[in-house]
């Protein structure tokens, strides 16, 4: 069933205010998994360090797998009655990929044969000699396509709530996660069944500094 999509050239400033976390979900409607994937090519479009899109999804969309899913996402309903799951999870082992990445762009004429020999030699060795840098870049990286995931979603007329609510533990045993991916959130995602809650944010003074971080 094809969603009604909202113009998908209006301006970006109405998407932007048009997000809200939703939690109350239509549970008779089903997003196609060619509609899932519409979603997933705009969100890899999404920036990330050195180009390396650390980012890999789990699309859990069957409702046996949801079901499993629920008591270890704290028995949030929006679990069982959304379209689907999608874990945004970071590959810890993504700078590996560093040839394959480069080499394209090589292919596609961005970057010379000695530029990408330099680039995967610095990222591969320095990575590797301490794996935890690389662990809080890839989560930052995982949180940059999530956002970019949910206004997509937020302008091809669905609605999305990201989760940080579930036992993260459990969750790597349920779906037998290998050991290089980590669970950045879990983001519901399907037909609203009741508007978001309004809600409301501190003014930019409130939050910006200029220059300096002046407490007085």
Do not use: C
Request: charge should be negative; avoid cysteine; charged fraction near 20%.
């Amino acid at each position: 069933m094809k969603t009604e999509q909202i113009d998908v050239n209006q301006n970006f400033s109405q998407v932007i205010r048009e997000r809200h976390s939703v939690r109350n979900y239509d549970p008779n409607f089903k997003l196609s998994r060619e509609e899932i994937t519409e979603l997933l090519n705009d969100a890899i479009l999404a920036p990330s360090a050195s180009n390396l899109q650390p980012w890999r999804f789990l699309v859990i969309d069957d409702q046996e797998r949801k079901q499993a899913l629920h008591p270890v996402a704290f028995n949030q309903q929006q679990i069982l009655d959304s379209s689907a799951v999608i874990a945004v999870l970071a590959d810890l082992d993504a700078y590996k990929q560093a040839e394959t990445i480069y080499g394209r762009a090589v292919e596609a004429g961005y970057m010379t044969e000695e530029t990408k020999t330099r680039f995967v030699t610095n990222l591969t060795t320095g990575y590797a000699a301490d794996p935890n840098v690389y662990r809080e870049i890839a989560k930052v990286d995982g949180g940059l396509v999530s956002m970019q995931l949910m206004l997509a979603a937020t302008a091809k007329g669905y609605s999305t709530v990201p989760m940080g609510g579930y036992n993260a533990a459990q969750f790597i045993e349920l779906f037998n996660l290998p050991s290089n991916l980590l669970p950045v959130m879990l983001i519901a995602v399907g037909k609203a069944a009741v508007p978001a809650h309004p809600t409301v944010r501190l003014s930019v003074d409130e939050v910006t500094f200029w220059n300096n971080v002046d407490n007085n």
